[in-house]
C-alpha cells in the first residue's frame, strides 16, 4: 500500500488509488484547499438516491439492523436504482449487524480525526478487525479487483489475499450476483461502480453524520463524565489534601504524644520522688503522733492512778465511817437487847418464882388447910385468874419481844445487803489494803456477831415457846382437864312457851345457870317450885354467838397443835342447838381449823411444820359409818378402829381421810358429809338427830430446827340427842335407836366417871360403847375434854334440862389429869 497523507487518505476513502477518472468527477472548492473534491456525478447519484428514497424501503442501516441476514427486499429488486444495484452487493454486506461497529468506530475515527479519510479509517479498520468479520469490506474489495468478493464463489489466492484465510471462509452461498454477475472479467472502474461507491459513501457519510450527532451526544455526556471527573478529581485532591493534613496531624499528634509521654514519665518520676517524700513525711509524722500518744498515755496513766487512790482514799474514808456507824448501830442493837433478855429473863424467873411460890404455898394451903376446900377453890380461882393475866402479858410480851426479833432481823438483813455492795466496792477496788482487809474481817465478825445475836434471839424465842406451851398446859390442867360449859340457845319466834332459865352472875363470871323447875304440890297442900342452879366453866345465855363460845375453847384448840388429844362434845336433848354450835358456818368446827391453820402458819416461823388429816364418822345403832365415803356405802362398808397404846393414837380402816392442806377444805369435808347424812335421813327420819357424829382432826408437827414433833387430835362431837326412853315413847326401830343413844351416853359418864375416880389403874370401860371405843386416847390421860351442854328454852323440854344439866354436873364434878376441880351442883 502507498502511504499518502491524511488529506488524501480522505480523497480515497477506500484507500485505494482513485481510478484515473475519478478526479475527473469531483469538483474543486477553490475557498478550501483541505476540502475534499465532491465529484459531481457523485452528488448526482446521491440525489437520484435520494428523490429514490421515498420509494426505497428503510435506509441501509435500518436494514443492517433489521436484517442481519442482507438478504434483498423483494420490492426493490423490482425497481432498482442505480445506486442501488451499485449498492446491492454490498448492501448484503453492510447489512451484516458485526459491521457496523467497525463501521460506526471508522465514522467515529474519521469525525474526531477531522480530515483524515475514509480509506485510512477502513485501512486500519481492515487491517485491526478484518479477522474477526466475515462480511467486513476489506480493502480487497476495492483493490485490483472490483468485484465483490463475496461474488467469487472460490476465491484464488490474489496478490492481495495476504491473510491466510481457509477456503470454509469464503465459501458462501450462491447469490444473485453470482448467477447473473459470473465470473466478470476484472475492470478498473465503471460508472457504476462509482455510483455505488458514491452511494456507499453517501450511505456512509449519512451513517458518519448520525454517528457524530451520536458522537457529540457522547462527547458531551464525555464532557460531562469529564466535568465530574474533574470534579472528583477535586474531590479526589481535596481528599487527598486532606489525608495529608490527617497524615501530618497524626504526626504531629504522635510527636505530642511523644512528648506527653515523655512528660507522663517525667511526672511519673516526679511523683514517685514526691510519694517517696510524702511517706517519710507521713511516717516522721507517724513517730511523733505516737511519741505524742505515748507521752499522753503516761500521763493519762499517772492521773488515773492519781484519781484511782483518791477514790481508793475517799471509799476508805467512806468504809471506815460506815463500818464505825454500822458498829455503833450493832453495838447499841446488843446493847438493847442484851438489856431487853436481861430483862425479860429477871422477869421470867422472877415470874416463875412467884408462881413457884404461889404454886407451892397454895399446895402447902391445900395440904394444910384441907377442910377449907371451899376457900381454897376460891384461891386457885384467884390464882388461875392471876396466872391467866400473867400468861396474856407473857403473850404480849412475847409479841413484843418477836416484833423486836423481826426488827432486828431487818437491820441484820440490811447489815448483810450493804456488807454485800462494801465487799462488791473492795472488789471492784481491788485492793489489798490491809486496813480494808481488817475492816472487812471487823464488818464480818460483827456480822456474824449479829446473825448469832438474831439465833440466839430466835432460839430464845423458841425456848419460850416450849415454855409457853409448858405453861399453857399447866394452865390447862389448873383449869380441869375436863371442862364442862352450858349454852342455852335462844326461843324461835314460834316457840311460845319458855321455861324459866335464869344466869345469876351473867354480869361477872356467868359460870351459872338457874332452872326453875316444875311446879309441886308441897306436903302443905301449897305449890311449890325449886330452882335448881348449876355452876360450870361457863355458862352462855341466849345471847351469846358463837365466836364468844370459840373464845373460850380456842386454848384447847391450841393445846391440840401443841401435842395433846382434846375431845369436844355437845351433849343435850333433840333441838337444844347441837348442830348449830358445832357444824355452821361458823361453828366450833370451821373455827377450830382456821384457828389450826393460822397457828401452823405462824408456827413456821419457829421452825414447825404441821400435816393436817382430817376424818368424819358417824356412829349409829352402835356401827360406824364413813361420812366422807361414798352415801351407797353407808350402813355397808364396815370400818374399823384401831388403836395404838404405845402412841396413844388411833387409826380408822376404810374411811377417807382427807388432807387439810386449805381452811376451803373444811367446807368441802362439812358439805359432804351433810350430804351423807342427808342421804341417810331417807332411810331413817331424824336419823342425824339418832347418831353420833365425830369430826376429827389429827395434827402432826415436827420441828426440824429443835427436833422436837407433836402428834395432836381434835375430835369434835355432835351428840345424839340425849332424850330419856320412858320420855320418848318410842317403838321398834325408833326404840332401838334411843337404847343405843342412851347406852352410849351411859357408857361415856361411866368412863368419864372413871377417869374421875381416884384410884390408880382403874379398868375404864372404853369398850362398853362403840363411841367411847372410837374416843379413847381423847378421853383420860393427858388428854383435854370439854363438853358444851345445850339447853333448850322451852318448858316442855324442862325434865331433859334438868336431866342434861345434872348430867354435865357429874361430868364437870370429874377430875382427870394433875388438877382436880369439882363443882357441886345445888338443889
Ligand atoms: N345459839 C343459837 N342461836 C340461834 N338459833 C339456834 C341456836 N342454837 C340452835 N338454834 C336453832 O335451833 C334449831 C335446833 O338446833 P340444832 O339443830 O342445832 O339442834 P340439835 O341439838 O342439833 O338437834 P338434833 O340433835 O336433833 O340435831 C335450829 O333451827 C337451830 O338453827
Not at 388 to 413: C, F, M, P, V
Not at 654 to 683: H, M, S
Request: glycine share 4%; aromatic share 6%.
Amino acid at each position: 500500500m502507498d502511504s499518502v497523507n491524511e488529506n488524501q487518505t480522505f480523497a480515497k476513502p477506500s484507500g485505494l488509488k482513485p481510478p484515473s477518472k475519478l478526479p475527473s468527477l469531483f469538483k474543486e472548492d477553490p475557498t478550501s484547499p483541505t476540502s475534499i473534491p465532491r465529484p459531481t456525478g457523485l452528488s448526482e447519484l446521491t440525489d437520484a438516491m435520494q428523490n429514490s428514497r421515498g420509494a426505497m424501503g428503510p435506509p441501509s442501516y435500518g436494514s443492517i439492523k433489521h436484517k442481519p441476514s442482507g438478504l434483498p427486499e423483494p420490492e426493490s429488486k423490482q425497481r432498482k436504482t442505480l445506486a442501488e444495484r451499485a449498492v446491492e452487493p454490498f448492501g448484503s454486506r453492510i447489512a451484516a449487524p458485526q459491521s457496523s461497529r467497525p463501521i460506526n468506530n471508522a465514522v467515529k475515527n474519521a469525525v474526531s480525526n477531522g480530515s483524515r479519510g475514509f480509506s485510512n479509517s477502513l485501512s486500519r479498520s481492515t487491517s485491526t478487525r478484518a479477522p474477526k468479520h466475515k462480511t467486513t469490506i476489506s480493502s480487497s474489495s476495492v483493490g485490483h479487483n472490483s468485484r465483490p468478493v463475496s461474488a467469487q464463489p472460490a476465491r484464488p489466492k490474489s496478490s492481495y489475499g495476504s491473510h491466510n484465510r481457509s477456503r470454509s471462509q469464503y465459501q458462501r452461498p450462491a447469490t444473485s450476483m453470482a448467477q447473473h454477475d459470473p465470473e466478470p472479467e476484472p475492470q478498473v472502474f465503471d460508472d457504476t461502480r462509482v455510483a455505488s461507491l458514491e452511494a456507499q459513501f453517501a450511505a456512509w457519510k449519512e451513517q458518519m453524520e448520525a454517528d457524530m450527532d451520536k458522537q457529540s451526544k457522547v462527547q458531551e455526556s464525555i464532557d460531562l463524565y469529564k466535568t465530574k471527573n474533574a470534579a472528583l478529581e477535586d474531590s479526589c485532591t481535596e481528599y487527598k489534601r486532606l489525608l495529608e493534613e490527617y497524615k501530618t496531624n497524626i504526626a504531629d499528634l504522635k510527636s505530642l504524644n511523644s512528648t506527653i509521654s515523655m512528660e507522663l514519665e517525667n511526672v511519673k518520676r516526679s511523683h514517685s520522688y514526691e510519694v517517696d517524700d510524702l511517706r517519710r513525711k507521713y511516717q516522721n509524722d507517724m513517730q511523733d503522733a505516737f511519741d505524742r500518744r505515748k507521752r499522753d498515755l503516761e500521763r493519762a496513766r499517772d492521773e488515773n492512778k492519781d484519781l484511782a487512790e483518791k477514790i481508793e482514799r475517799e471509799l476508805k474514808a467512806e468504809i471506815e465511817k460506815l463500818l464505825k456507824s454500822h458498829k455503833e448501830e450493832l453495838e447499841a442493837l446488843e446493847r438493847r437487847l442484851k438489856a431487853e433478855l436481861e430483862e425479860e429473863r429477871g422477869k421470867r424467873q422472877r415470874e416463875q418464882q412467884d408462881v413457884q411460890k404461889e404454886f407451892d404455898s397454895e399446895l402447902r394451903n391445900a395440904r394444910l388447910e384441907a377442910d377449907t376446900k371451899e376457900r381454897e377453890n376460891q384461891l386457885l380461882q384467884g390464882e388461875l385468874t392471876n396466872i391467866k393475866a400473867e400468861l396474856d402479858r407473857e403473850r404480849l410480851l412475847k409479841n413484843a419481844l418477836q416484833g423486836q426479833l423481826t426488827d432486828a432481823t431487818t437491820i441484820n438483813l440490811r447489815l448483810e445487803a450493804s456488807n454485800k455492795a462494801m465487799k462488791e466496792k473492795i472488789d471492784f477496788l481491788e485492793s489489798d489494803s490491809q486496813a480494808q482487809s481488817s475492816a472487812f474481817n471487823e464488818l464480818h465478825r460483827r456480822m456474824e456477831e449479829a446473825f448469832a445475836v438474831a439465833e440466839a434471839a430466835q432460839e430464845k424465842l423458841r425456848q419460850e415457846e416450849t415454855l409457853r406451851r409448858k405453861l399453857h398446859n399447866q394452865v390447862q390442867e389448873l383449869k380441869g382437864n375436863i371442862r364442862v360449859m352450858c349454852r342455852v340457845r335462844p326461843a324461835h319466834d314460834s316457840e311460845t312457851d319458855p321455861a324459866k332459865i335464869g344466869f345469876p352472875d351473867a354480869d361477872t363470871d356467868s359460870k351459872e345457870v338457874a332452872v326453875q323447875g316444875p311446879e309441886k304440890i308441897s306436903a302443905m297442900g301449897t305449890n311449890i317450885t325449886q330452882t335448881y342452879s348449876y355452876a360450870f366453866d361457863r355458862v352462855f345465855s341466849p345471847g351469846s354467838q358463837n365466836a364468844e363460845v370459840f373464845e373460850e375453847i380456842s386454848q384447847l384448840v391450841q393445846s391440840a397443835l401443841d401435842g395433846y388429844n382434846v375431845c369436844i362434845f355437845c351433849y343435850g336433848q333433840t333441838g337444844s342447838g347441837k348442830t348449830f354450835t358445832m357444824s355452821s358456818a361458823d361453828g366450833m368446827i370451821p373455827r377450830a381449823t382456821a384457828q389450826i391453820y393460822a397457828e401452823a402458819t405462824r408456827l413456821q416461823e419457829k421452825g414447825w411444820q404441821y400435816k393436817m388429816e382430817g376424818s368424819f364418822v358417824e356412829v349409829y345403832n352402835e356401827t360406824y359409818n364413813d361420812l366422807l365415803g361414798r352415801s351407797e356405802d353407808l350402813d355397808k362398808k364396815k370400818i374399823e378402829v384401831r388403836h395404838d397404846p404405845t402412841k396413844k393414837q388411833t387409826t380408822l380402816e376404810n374411811a377417807v381421810a382427807v388432807a387439810l392442806d386449805g381452811p376451803d377444805r373444811v367446807e368441802e369435808i362439812l358439805q359432804r358429809a351433810d350430804k351423807n347424812r342427808t342421804v341417810a335421813a331417807t332411810k331413817a327420819n331424824m336419823r342425824s338427830s339418832r347418831s353420833h357424829s365425830v369430826f376429827i382432826l389429827k395434827l402432826v408437827g415436827e420441828n426440824s430446827v429443835t427436833g422436837e414433833r407433836s402428834e395432836g387430835t381434835l375430835n369434835l362431837v355432835d351428840l345424839a340427842g340425849s332424850e330419856r326412853l320412858d320420855h320418848s315413847k318410842a317403838e321398834g326401830a325408833r326404840l332401838k335407836e334411843t337404847q343405843n343413844i342412851n347406852k352410849s351416853l351411859s357408857c361415856l359418864g361411866d368412863v368419864i366417871n372413871a377417869l374421875g375416880s381416884s384410884k390408880e389403874n382403874s379398868h375404864i370401860p372404853y369398850r362398853n360403847s362403840r363411841l367411847t371405843y372410837l374416843l379413847q386416847y381423847s378421853l383420860g390421860g393427858n388428854s383435854k375434854t370439854l363438853m358444851f351442854v345445850m339447853v333448850s328454852p322451852l318448858q316442855a323440854h324442862l325434865q331433859e334440862t334438868i336431866t342434861s344439866l345434872k348430867f354435865a354436873t357429874k361430868v364437870h364434878n370429874t377430875h382427870i389429869g394433875t388438877a382436880k376441880k369439882q363443882t357441886k351442883a345445888s338443889g
